[in-house]
């Protein structure tokens, strides 16, 4: 597609469940970056990829926080064990390079019960 | 500490005003400094980005210019449309190895038809 898909647009699960978000970046960037933002913040960071290697992810809260990117394209964020604080909007953005504009998705609104 | 913040928080005008959202940030050691709109719901637009080097950029009617050394950034829209409605973010990347965005808290902007 021409932007970054993210899916789901929503999803709600249970305190304690295991979920995945997944992101698909714009074809052709090398870089990957996932935030979180809270209801009236801005984006928070939790991590960047470059090509398949996570470059820096300084901004995952806990353990409990986990993403992949296999092949370099598509990436995944796993949270274990989740808690009502999770609950939050979780957006992907992609760049060309390292230098470029960040380019975001729609994001995962993500609610914890 | 890093730190970015929006000033105003929000802002109401009438239709067809020139209007300037603020953005400070607390290191002016920056590599680039990125507007963003986000619409209700939606993900984050990429309106400008200005690197360390340059002092303005333009589209259209949004002008965004940036002042290292006082740790300022503008934003300038000018004759304002009711569809600009929307929050404004500004995000601050810093050199070094990592490639995260820092945001601001956003300007929560609406024009009145």
């Known amino acids: 597609g021409a932007g970054v898909s993210q899916t789901p647009s929503n999803k709600v699960t249970e305190k304690g469940k295991y979920v995945e978000l997944r992101c698909d970046p714009i074809s052709g960037h090398t870089a990957l970056y996932w935030y979180r933002q809270s209801l009236g913040q801005g984006p928070e960071f939790l991590i960047y990829f470059q090509g398949t290697g996570a470059a820096d992810d300084s901004g995952l809260p806990n353990d409990r926080f986990f993403a992949v990117r296999p092949e370099g394209s598509v990436s995944t964020l796993k949270i274990q064990r989740t808690e009502r604080g999770d609950s939050a909007v979780y957006l992907c953005?992609?760049?060309f390079g390292t230098g470029g504009p960040q380019h975001f998705g729609d994001g995962t609104r993500l609610s914890i019960l | 500490k890093q730190e970015v913040t929006q000033i105003p928080a929000a802002l109401s005008v009438p239709e067809g005003e020139n209007l300037v959202l603020n953005c400070s940030f607390t290191?002016?050691?920056?590599?680039?400094l990125q507007w963003f709109r986000q619409d209700p719901g939606k993900g984050l637009t990429s309106l400008l980005l200005?690197?360390?080097?340059?002092r303005e950029q333009t589209s259209g009617r949004l002008n965004a210019s940036l002042d290292k050394s006082s740790g300022r950034s503008t934003l300038y829209i000018a004759a304002s449309q009711p569809g600009d409605s929307a929050t404004y973010l500004c995000?601050?990347?810093?050199?070094?190895?990592?490639?995260?965005?820092?945001f601001g808290t956003g300007t929560l902007l609406a024009v009145q038809p």
């Open positions: 290191d002016s050691a920056i590599y680039n």
């Open positions: 953005a992609s760049s």
């Open positions: 995000a601050v990347r810093y050199g070094g190895a990592t490639n995260k965005l820092i």
């Open positions: 200005i690197q360390s080097s340059q």
